[in-house]
């Protein structure tokens, strides 16, 4: 049985902390968090021992690893800890606030061999999977022009609010929402190394924005278009997509579907010229536990897993997650240009 | 219960098949005589339940079911509560307190907020009372035989093995709303372990059951097994797998677990929910 411990109760936190407990292969050793709100109704209803202070549930539950889901200002110190303790880590998305602490976090994860993963979630989504294996496979030839989006209803009235509100606490659709999709670009496409055009919209929020809008341009030559608004109401719940244009077709992907349109057959993938669908049914990643979407609990799957054959794991690591830290950095710099 | 029990997905906007499918939905049910006009087609058809989320839309559908009781002799709603994304949006933005803050009815956060943190952190099951009074005023005077939380929640409260909540939810809905209480899960055979766990027995559950094993955490072969050996009252939902399996397959594999109640499903033509009402009359027991 592996230990695990978990930092941070919010809404990704507890999502983990139910995914894990339910989890055959781990023993949900602790969980920390520092509100008396919280930690109260897990003391009434569960039976997981509760901490305020991560130093104690280190020293106390001694874990093999740790999910660190705090808000991102405090994602550095605590992973640090955890790290130079010999602890495997899973931290949040985003990873860091700034480049250069998450560039020291990859090098003493990747020193001391641990096991090292961020959450974008996305990559256990069946149909973005499937999508990087077909871009990969080259069936839509020369990729000339990519567009990334996401859309949701989070802020959608003039309003105070959390720690959502302070750019320096990590708050704002940049660091939230559109990172999602930056993620995506990056490992699916290429990475991007520079921006142009940027607009960072404030629409409800102060402080932070709710949309944003760049031009970016890729390592391997791709450029192509991002749009991400929090403050879009004809949306029910968050929605990702990615559309993908090549000389040979075109793939447009969300977390439902995945379109696949060719120029010409591909029978060695079953498709066809003209549009193809496949269907999250078929391309969805079975899980034992569910909670929201199979991909919460096949990403603690897949950690777990590498944990276990001390595989370094190919999917979401930390240098991925820092070089998204990177891509906020550029196209926030960018904004600041007008 | 009866053996088809009419769902709400198509109305708000809810495909899990595709979101082009979703906005279609959203345009289509814009006005509520939309779904009025459908919900009359159901009856007209000869099926009176209708299991729909506490979505704000609701309320003004409750609203005319009300105001026309002849019509609606019989009618039934099972509420399905909360609308999680509502809450989980709020969550987003504002914190635990904050969403909690925002949708307490009145001044009772401030009450409670009052008697300090440590306080209001005892008192978890007097708001657990309130937030379900809350989602439930909007069905007054409407049969409510059946009061459901929905997977989000209940697959949290399983996960984390809190199951005391279980039996204090059980309790609340039994006394004060006279009601069955019913419980939607991604998780069936473990929900089912930890429900009798805690003594309660004979559980209504509603869970993805299909030909495809979509959505059924753990597997086919294990929920098969659940559906033929344990005592529960079962509900199938997303007997289509979203659309994944034909009309007919996906029924007659349903009618082959005759444990199985209720088959919840939702459809936005007339001629798609006379067909599978007809083939629920054909494959389920009678």
Redesign the interface.
Known sequence: MIKAGIIGL??MG??H???V??HPGVNLVGVCDT????????K?????TCYTDYFKLIEKETPDCLFVATPTRFHYDIVRYALEKGIHVFCEKPFCLTVQQGKELVEIAEQKRLINQVGYHNHFVGTFREMKRLIKSGIIGEIYHFHGEAY????TKEKS??W?SNRDEGGGCLFDYASHVLNLIQELIALPVSASGTLLKSIYSKGVEDAVYSTLFLENGISGQLSVNWSDE?Y??M?T?LTVVGKMGKIIC?A??LKIYLKQDEPAEKLTRGWNIK????L?I???????GEEYSAQIDYFISSIESKRIPEINSFKSGNNTDKVIDLIFNDSKIR | MEKILFGDNQFFAVSHLSDEKSRVQSIRFKENSAIIQVLDQVVGLGMHTFMCTTHDRIAEICDHIRDNPDHYKGFKIYPCMPYAHKYANAVTELGYLGALRQYLPGNIFTTLAKGGMAFMGKDFMKMMELLIDAEMKMFKKIDTPVIFIQNVMVDLILGLGMKEVFVEYDRYIRKKYNAEPGYITMNLPFLLDTLESVGIYNPVICSSINKIGFRMSGGIEIYEKTLRERKFRPIAMQVLAAGALGPEEAIEYIGRFPQIESVLFGASTRSHIKQTRDLVNQYLRP
């Open positions: 919010g809404k507890i999502s902390c139910a995914i407990n339910a509100s008396t709100f919280v930690l109260e109704a897990f009434k209803y569960s039976t997981l949701g209803p989070v802020v609010g959390s959502r004809t029910r719940k929605s997509s969300d439902t579907e269907y999250t049914t078929e969805s079975p899980v034992a536990f569910y909670l929201r």
